[in-house]
């Protein structure tokens, strides 16, 4: 199937989605929660019919309006990057990942965009009430399209309810009620969704306080806070209620990746959580080397976490790696060895089916499909590559569960000083308000670092490795492209920067906007 | 009813739909076409932020049309999807670029402290109705002309020409059509923005602009239409499913398609029918007729291109490796359940047209525009 892997190109390939998928992501968790604070504004202005409610949403709104226009454009690239840099991928398993996407145009999109124009031209045009459904129905939709493409994403993560097809040799859907209602695809639509509430919360919090420690549009401020810190303190309860069940289905569904997450390199009963630590980025796979500097451990946390009960191993990256006949892991090595079986025979098949060879091919076919399940590992060169970064996944989870954790205890404070009229009595936690966006943005970027490095060298988990997903195009093609985008998105992102800085300065009395 | 079809019918019924997609989405151009008139037919700053307001109202449904589209294939006809798309990379990314830049420029263009200014972004605006219109069309193109790539025998794609996909924009034929939708995207523009803006003077420039660009468009549309009924077309035995060329393919799909034939001059003869309501009969709702006539003449395009037992991604390198709405679509599984979800597509189609209704059922005049804060 795939005679030569051009290592480097892979990489470009890698690098050039990351920078796609991580620049859309500054966008889309703003995108996602703003557009359902602006509906809970609008609402209390339609209720009260106080012309400062009505104000203050269109503030909002206003800077709703700058990033959505980004998210779309950057969000229209990674659609299409699937066929340009991975179209080998497209092909192998778009009879499942392209009903998403498309399901996704037909029930999300459209209703974003038709709506979106009623929301922000049709104060004039259509009933109060009217609007106020439109607005509404831009938070739906665009949460809508959060549903569908991690719906993808989560089959990537944990495929279900397809067949591998030999003679077309792509993998082909079974069923796509369980492609759709799969606890992976849930899972990460209610927690990637919670988190883009609370991110927007973070964000309205830290305009507010800006606008409070400058002594500007005091009211406005504190109106906004008061609704923000009320939505982001349920939405980081939920965040790490669903980050919860997220680890809890990922111990059953991608072991290596939460192993990578804990640097666990050896499984024990009952195991630890390491709440601090220095990795050592030397370690690799059956060394003898110690995996930290240095650690604190919180007893039998990791075992509950996998588990929901203190009994249990959660097994490491070695016994993942090399097996474990106690626990009935199967090795890489021996995975790699059957999934170069079911290479070859699938090989085999198409020769003698070319050839008109109906006995070999069923021979072939025959050892192909005691071997299917292994298909990707054939594709890997060593057992090592089975093994993501390790570094890079446990200080990214780090990052965003302690981050995670600070919004919550944010947010209760904000919502104290709040309810009792003292914000502006604390400059040091206003200062702080104004911080936590950037520190909201860094969560939200280490979250998606855990998910896709942390499932590496996997496409499609145990199916399709990157390596084979590619499109066949030469690496200095790729490595332009991720510097054109790299150009392209600093260059709009900068835009975007300043434009939504001035319209911060300028206030809900406005200018030009 | 759905669940009984068997899966060559999904696939034509698929080809179909993808077929309206592609022409809702030349239809809805007419944004990309007003993008190309700001910047000429435009006397002073309120012509040219009401023009961008008027428009500005509607990129979004183009924009996603254009995502559905690829989405459409994506889920239908994956193999097209991987083979073109990773094949004839470079034309899918200038077009990506030119939409990318179009994206932002709507919101950011008036905006103070906006980094690359007004213009920068009317720029794009141009850019993206003008190179990313005629690259939509190269590439839409070599549909009938075919492209430089390859399948092995895992279906996994190989482009053989150096260029990757930009070397469409060197065939006359591909060229033409491509300029044909430019024009007609502009006619399209003009006759949209003429019934939308309370402005007379400019609706007037408007009428005119339609007709002018529709002459303009002509030249193209008669040779890729001459071109077309006499060229060799990409057959397919529906037996073996070998292609072949065949000579006077795609006029043998005209005269064994009547309805087909029927639709490309019912098309054309709308087309054309607005623009002379509007320049000659000073009437302003030429956009619809021309707009129905797009959606009939694209989807005849699309018709002959698929149907009839002809290849829709013909391979100039391998004939063995052309794709047919056979060959390259999703499982009958797929096919089926998507077909399940289309049903909403007419639903989705009616909100949109009656939130359309409810915007547009009042002109846009520079006094509302002054009074809109929001404004772009």
Known sequence: MIEQIDLSLVNWARATFALTAMYHWIFVPLTLGLSFLCAFFESIYVRTGNEEWKKLTKFWMTLFGINFAIGVATGIILEFEFGTNWSNYSWMVGDIFGAPLAIEGIFAFFIEATFFAVMFFGWDRVTKKMHLFSTWMVAVGSNLSALWILVANGWMQSPIGMKFNPDTARFEMQDLWSVISSRVAISHFTHATSSGFLLASLFVVAVSCWFLLKNRHSLFAKRSIAVACVFG??????????????????ART????????????????????????????????????????????????????????????VPGINDLTFGNEKLQIEGVAEKIRRGRVAVASLGDYKAARKSGDAVAAERSLKIFNQNQDYLGYGY??????????????????RTMVSLGTLFILMFLVFLYLSAKNKLEDYPLILKFGVLSVFLGYVASQA??????????????????????????????????????????????????????????SLGPEGGKS | MIGSLDWSTLQQLWWLIVSVVGSLFVFLTFVQGGQTLILTLTNDDNEKNLMVNSIGRKWELTFTTLVLFGGAFYASFPLFYASSFGGAYWVWIAILFTFVMQAVSYEYRRKPNNFLGQKTYEI??????????????????????????????????????????????????????GLFLVFLAR????????????????????????????????????????????MDGFAVDPTSGDVSLVSGKYLQNLLEMPLVLILLVAGLVLVVFGVVINRFMGSVRGIWPSGLGTVLTCLAVFSLAGYNNTSFYPSKADLSSSLTIYNASSSHYTLTMMSYVA????????????????MDSKKLSVEELAADDKSY
């Not at chain 1, 890997?380 to 989870?397: G, H, K, M, R």
């Not at chain 1, 054109?484 to 001035?502: D, H, R, S, V, Y």
């Not at chain 2, 895992?154 to 924009?169: D, K, M, S």
Request: aromatic share 14%; hydrophobic share 55%; net charge negative.
């Open chain 2, 187 to 230: 006619v399209l523009g003009s006759l949209y923005l003429a019934n939308n803006l309370e402005h007379q003077s400019l609706v007037g420039q408007l009428q005119v602009s339609a007709f002018n660009n529709l002459l303009c468009a002509l030249p193209f549309l008669l040779y890729v239409l001459i071109r077309l009924v006499l």
């Open chain 1, 233 to 250: 303190l349920l939405s980081s309860l939920f965040v790490a209620f669903t980050g919860d069940e997220h680890a809890f289905i990922t």
């Open chain 1, 380 to 397: 890997l060169d060593s057992v090592e590559q089975a093994v993501p970064s390790v570094p890079i996944t446990f200080y990214a989870f």
């Open chain 2, 343 to 358: 049903i909403a597509v007419p639903f989705v189609l009616a909100y949109i047209a009656w939130f359309w209704r409810q």
């Open chain 2, 124 to 177: 794009f605006m141009f850019i993206n109705g003008s190179v990313g219109i005629l690259l939509i069309g190269a590439a839409v193109g070599t549909f009938f002309t075919g492209s430089n790539f390859v399948l092995n025998d895992y279906n996994l794609v190989q482009w053989t020409h150096p260029l990757r996909g930009l070397e469409a924009a060197f065939s006359l034929f591909n060229v033409s059509f």
């Open chain 1, 254 to 313: 991608q072991p290596m990746k939460l192993a990578a997450m804990e640097a666990l390199w050896e499984g024990k009963e009952p195991t630890g959580l390491i709440a601090v630590g220095l990795v050592n980025p030397d370690k690799k796979p059956g060394d003898e080397q110690d995996p930290f500097e240095f650690s604190i451990e919180i007893p039998g946390m990791l075992t509950l976490l996998a588990h929901r009960r203190f009994e249990g191993v």
């Open chain 1, 447 to 504: 979250g998606w670092v855990v998910t896709e490095v942390g499932r590496q060298p996997w496409a499609i988990q145990g199916m399709l490795p990157v390596t084979v997903a590619r499109s066949n195009l030469d690496s200095g093609t790729v490595a332009v492209t991720f510097f054109l985008f790299l150009f392209l998105f600093t260059a709009l992102l900068i835009a975007e920067i300043k434009i939504m800085a001035k319209q911060i």
